[in-house]
T-cell receptor, first 113, second 114 residues
């Protein structure tokens, strides 16, 4: 595997379910990001990690819980989501924190019923 | 307050046309200006970046930044069907730390017809 991978690619969950999104980067980068991409809206930065330490939480509701066990892996734990949370969730990585060049995974298309 | 404005389109052009994509912004502190391209069912990928004002050319692509007008453009010459994608502009105040956080436009969906 090369680049940034995300699993699963598609996820359908009920409002009471608990699920997790996984991201893995094979680029040797130090910074990792979670973004939310909704139709007709700009990409929204959710969380930022640098050397597995969280550096940014962009006022994200607590029903989204990130985890970064090491610089290569990033998770987004989901629980009691709302239908408006349905979106494409993108993971990205960059060599340094705050680099203009970020490498994105293909995203997880999440549908909350 | 919407920091970056971008017409979402869709924009449809014939093959070979010159395409002009634009974004405006309100934050005068932006210094880095990027264009990302996102194909269907893929994540965005960096296409071009420009620091401060000026032009940058890469093959058929030209990026322009006019900081006095708070306006950036991406021109695609001799457009090809393979250019069909969503083009997102992005900006940041600096490089490193939270200054490097990217602020994106909504993206413009481009379709180049053979």
């Amino acid at each position: 595997e090369t680049g940034v991978t995300q699993t699963p690619r598609h996820l359908v969950m009920g409002m009471t379910n608990k699920k997790s999104l996984k991201c893995e980067q094979h680029l040797g980068h130090n910074a990792m990001y979670w973004y939310k991409q909704s139709a007709k809206k700009p990409l929204e930065l959710m969380f930022v990690y640098n050397f597995k330490e969280q550096t940014e939480n962009n006022s994200v509701p607590s029903r989204f819980s990130p985890e970064c066990p090491n610089s290569s892996h990033l998770f987004l734990h989901l629980h009691t989501l709302q239908p408006e949370d349905s979106a494409l969730y993108l993971c990205a990585s960059s060599h340094g924190l705050g680099s203009y060049e970020q490498f994105f995974g293909p995203g997880t298309r999440l549908t909350v019923l | 307050q919407k920091e970056v404005e971008q017409d979402p389109g869709p924009l449809s052009v014939p093959e070979g046309a010159i395409v002009s994509l634009n974004c405006t912004y309100s934050n005068s502190a932006f210094q880095y200006f990027m264009w990302y391209r996102q194909y269907s069912r893929k994540g965005p990928e960096l296409l071009m970046y420009t620091y401060s004002s000026g032009n940058k050319e890469d093959g058929r692509f030209t990026a322009q930044v006019d900081k006095s007008s708070k306006y950036i453009s991406l021109f695609i010459r001799d457009s090809q069907p393979s250019d069909s994608a969503t083009y997102l502009c992005a900006m940041s105040e600096g490089y490193g730390g939270s200054q490097g956080n990217l602020i994106f436009g909504k993206g413009t969906k481009l379709s180049v017809k053979p």
